[in-house]
């Protein structure tokens, strides 16, 4: 259960393999509410369609706009499944593009207000690819550096041919299909944004030989309202500080309202009550709410339950913490990274003894590929890792005793 966990780790909020479809929001305690495009997947001009649709996601309506920036011109503008049955979204592209490194193609989707938990699938994404995601609120773009949003990577074979650069930008070395092959997750991104957005911007840049490629953007989705608020929450955050993870919230007012409790995961789907904070507000005024944890693992998810006097239950947004706090183990690095030769060193740093805990070594679907018994002791540890047995690629690495579990370290074979 603890490998399970970790790519859930791995990838902050986000957990999928390759036979399942992003249709339940995974930030969602409920239901999700998923843009529903079925309608309109028979039309040619899909921008114009979604625009004239009147389409909306969590009560904002939806507009798109599509720009060419330099010699690339329009490929495709249509609402389809190319690749992957179910995955029904726009798709759009580059033709003749004279310069892969400069011009591009930008997909801004603009939303009426902030919209809480928005995911998203992207498909298609070939070989030299590059595509930059740019979520915003109010003109601000979230870093996925910061952990504003999250992403998994996947594709048919189970390798990672998409990495995350940085500055919210991913490449791909995707080979792509035979004509006419389908139902392939080859080159997928899932992305979720943990703060609200008002607007998404795809920067889609065709780096590769051909003269001409695309991607499908699908299953856009939110978290569906499911009651109303006892209470109006004008924002709720979680910052860590000296191993100490601070939550504070905010009540604008307060009707019928029992008390929260305050729940935290560590996989990010398995939630417990930490916390029960009764009602201090009232209709007519704002309430100021604090708690403390300082029992962190690697990744702390929080959010709170929402009761009020009859009984009825909803949800906060969730908020996401990442610690190096748990346990007083922490891995410093891999090196050489990437790894070159049959043998790279882990370095980490240890607060405890154990005589008998575990190297880890998993793929980007959480297959265990190796893993090794080591000791660990109080201070500055170097261990070696054989990769011998390894193919190239992408993997990760962490380690684990009998009661705890660091985070997950990415390393590359060539």
Not at 60 to 85: F, S
Not at 330 to 353: A, E, G, K, L
Request: net charge negative; charged share 15%; with cysteine.
């Amino acid at each position: 259960m603890k490998i399970f966990n970790n790519i859930l780790l791995l990838s902050i909020l986000v957990l999928f393999s390759t036979t399942f479809i992003l249709a339940q929001n995974p930030n969602c305690p409920d239901a999700s509410e998923v843009l529903d495009l079925t309608s309109l997947a028979t039309q040619n001009a899909a921008i114009a369609a979604i625009n004239a649709a009147g389409l909306t996601l969590g009560g904002e309506l939806l507009q798109v706009v599509n720009t060419y920036n330099g010699g690339a011109t329009a490929d495709e503008d249509a609402i389809n499944d190319d690749h992957l049955t179910g995955c029904t979204g726009l798709k759009l592209g580059i033709n003749n593009s004279t310069d892969g490194a400069n011009t591009n193609m930008t997909t801004t989707y603009t939303l009426g207000g902030p919209v809480n938990n928005v995911c998203f699938r992207i498909i298609d994404i070939d070989r030299n690819d590059e595509i930059v995601i740019n979520g915003s609120l109010n003109g601000t773009v979230y870093s996925f550096d910061a952990g504003q949003a999250g992403f998994t990577l996947l594709d048919q074979s189970g390798n990672s041919c998409i990495d995350y650069i940085n500055n919210n930008t991913f490449s791909s070395n995707c080979i792509p299909p035979e004509p006419n092959i389908n139902d392939t997750t080859r080159g997928v991104m899932d992305i979720c944004f943990t703060e609200p957005i008002d607007q998404l911007d795809l920067i889609f840049y065709d780096k590769g030989t051909t003269t001409g490629d695309a991607y499908t953007l699908c299953d856009m989705s939110t978290c569906a309202t499911t009651t109303d608020l006892p209470i109006e929450l004008a924002h709720f955050s979680v910052v860590e500080n000296n191993c100490q993870a601070k939550l504070t919230w905010r009540t604008l007012t307060e009707s019928n309202f029992s008390h929260f409790e305050v729940e935290k995961s560590t996989n990010g789907m398995d939630y417990t009550a930490i916390a029960t904070i009764y009602s201090q507000g009232s209709e007519a005024s704002a309430t100021d709410y604090f708690f403390t944890d300082n029992q962190l693992a690697d990744n702390n998810y929080y959010r709170l339950k929402i009761i009020d006097n009859d009984g009825l239950v909803n949800y906060s947004y969730i908020r996401t913490v990442p610690s190096d706090c748990a346990n007083g183990i922490s891995i410093s690095d891999v090196f050489p990274n990437p790894v070159r030769s049959m043998t790279s060193s882990v370095r980490f740093t240890s607060s405890v003894n154990e005589a008998e805990a575990k190297m880890v070594i998993i793929d980007a679907l959480s297959r265990v590929i190796t893993q090794q018994t080591i000791e660990v002791i109080e201070g500055m540890n170097l261990i070696n890792l054989n990769v011998s047995a390894l193919n190239n690629g992408t993997y990760y690495l962490f380690l684990e005793g009998d009661n705890w579990q660091t985070r997950v370290v990415k390393f590359v074979k060539l």
